[in-house]
């Protein structure tokens, strides 16, 4: 799908040189991705086509079960690699015909433009993800069997629409780190972005590599409806909606801390005490099942680590503006009590004065005051 750039320049840069790829970046990927579902036209090439746009690893005997299950391998590879070329047309499509309509309308700066493209595009993302997987919890009845997230491990059969989540997940958190470059990110905006972009992939990796797919769902749930509240008040903070965006504020401050705590425990009850059950001294490849003693702790410490983390910038945020609103309040008070005590001081000089001299100056006073209000 051809993607029009619309940009401030009438002049088309120079072809093949930086400027040109990132202005048409949509429409060279996009084409790159049609090559794919071209080939699946031929019976020559379809075979090979298949392999990127078609789910691989069927693991379902057809005799037996009716519901068609997958498993992993590396074929996957192949198919990562097209639906990262279909996340970043996809990105390009929300960027040009919904973000950047409303900041035109909008006129924001540099700066909040930035971050509002940041949070609309992972609002439509997290929303998106969100409904997929209660989706793919209410099929398979997690909600009320929370037994599930570890019974039956390894958990290497995976439903179609199970198995591309975690394709879509990885892609797209793949896909976030040339959008650095195509979307021309300022140096002090990328620390951030590669950070947790980095951490989203790898605990989408790590997870679908290990066979930890079920618990992985369910801490991306509570985590993405947080960060999707987070972005929307942030949206309707640069849209000028204060009183929405303060109510959301609000209300991200706490769910944020509750899912933290959720997500500890969801994981200590997964790993410190189900997988225990039936933990083995040696991973097993073949069998995909890396229940191991080190393996686990590992896992629980990298994720209670990364709460803490998530945690402490979340205080040390709040603590920032708390100081930055109380140097504001002390500048105003200041302030106040300067101008009150120029007022307090001219008065005093005003009554030092005779009489007659008192009134002239009143005078004079109120004339310049009528004048100031006249030229304003």
């Given at each position: 799908?051809?993607?029009?750039?619309?940009?401030?320049?009438?002049?088309?840069?120079?072809?093949?040189?930086?400027?040109?790829?990132?202005?048409?970046?949509?429409?060279?990927?996009?084409?790159?991705?049609?090559?794919?579902?071209?080939?699946?036209?031929?019976?020559?090439?379809?075979?090979?086509?298949?392999?990127?746009?078609?789910?691989?690893?069927?693991?379902?005997?057809?005799?037996?079960?009716?519901?068609?299950?997958?498993?992993?391998?590396?074929?996957?590879?192949?198919?990562?690699?097209?639906?990262f070329l279909i996340c970043i047309v996809m990105h390009a499509v929300i960027q040009e015909y919904f973000l950047d309509k409303l900041n035109r309308k909008m006129h924001l700066s540099k700066i909040k433009h930035s971050k509002f493209n940041e949070s609309g595009q992972l609002l439509v993302f997290y929303v998106m993800s969100v409904i997929w997987a209660i989706e793919i919890i209410r099929r398979d009845g997690y909600l009320w069997s929370i037994s599930k997230l570890w019974v039956d491990y390894p958990h290497q059969e995976m439903s179609y629409l199970f198995k591309f989540y975690f394709i879509i997940q990885i892609a797209y958190w793949l896909h976030s780190f040339p959008e650095l470059y195509f979307q021309k990110?300022?140096?002090?905006?990328?620390?951030?972005?590669?950070?947790?972009?980095?951490?989203?992939?790898?605990?989408?990796?790590?997870?679908?590599?290990?066979?930890?797919?079920?618990?992985?769902?369910?801490?991306?749930?509570?985590?993405?409806?947080?960060?999707?509240?987070?972005?929307?008040?942030?949206?309707?903070?640069?849209?000028?909606?204060?009183?929405?965006?303060?109510?959301?504020?609000?209300?991200?401050?706490?769910?944020?801390?509750?899912?933290?705590?959720?997500?500890?425990?969801?994981?200590?009850?997964?790993?410190?005490?189900?997988?225990?059950?039936n933990q083995r001294s040696t991973p097993s490849l073949s069998e995909g099942n890396f229940n191991t003693s080190i393996i686990r702790i590992n896992c629980l410490l990298a994720l209670c680590f990364l709460q803490a983390w998530m945690m402490w910038n979340y205080i040390t945020f709040h603590l920032k503006r708390m100081r930055e609103r109380a140097l504001e309040m002390q500048q105003q008070k200041k302030k106040q009590h300067k101008n009150q005590h120029k007022k307090k001081r001219t008065e005093e000089d005003v009554n030092e004065l005779p009489e007659v001299d008192q009134n002239t100056k009143k005078l004079t006073q109120r004339s310049v005051g009528k004048t100031g209000k006249a030229k304003h």
């Open positions: 799908m051809p993607v029009k750039r619309r940009t401030g320049s009438t002049k088309n840069p120079p072809i093949l040189s930086h400027e040109f790829f990132i202005q048409n970046h949509p429409d060279i990927i996009s084409c790159v991705a049609m090559v794919f579902v071209v080939g699946l036209l031929f019976q020559a090439t379809a075979s090979l086509a298949s392999l990127f746009i078609v789910m691989s690893h069927n693991v379902t005997n057809p005799q037996e079960e009716a519901i068609v299950m997958y498993t992993y391998g590396v074929k996957d590879l192949a198919l990562l690699f097209f639906y990110v300022k140096k002090e905006e990328m620390a951030p972005r590669i950070t947790y972009s980095t951490l989203y992939l790898s605990f989408f990796s790590v997870a679908y590599l290990l066979n930890f797919t079920r618990i992985a769902l369910c801490l991306s749930v509570l985590h993405y409806t947080v960060e999707a509240l987070f972005h929307c008040s942030r949206l309707f903070y640069f849209a000028e909606k204060t009183q929405i965006s303060d109510q959301g504020f609000k209300l991200w401050n706490v769910l944020f801390v509750f899912v933290r705590l959720a997500s500890i425990t969801l994981s200590v009850l997964t790993f410190w005490y189900g997988l225990s059950v």
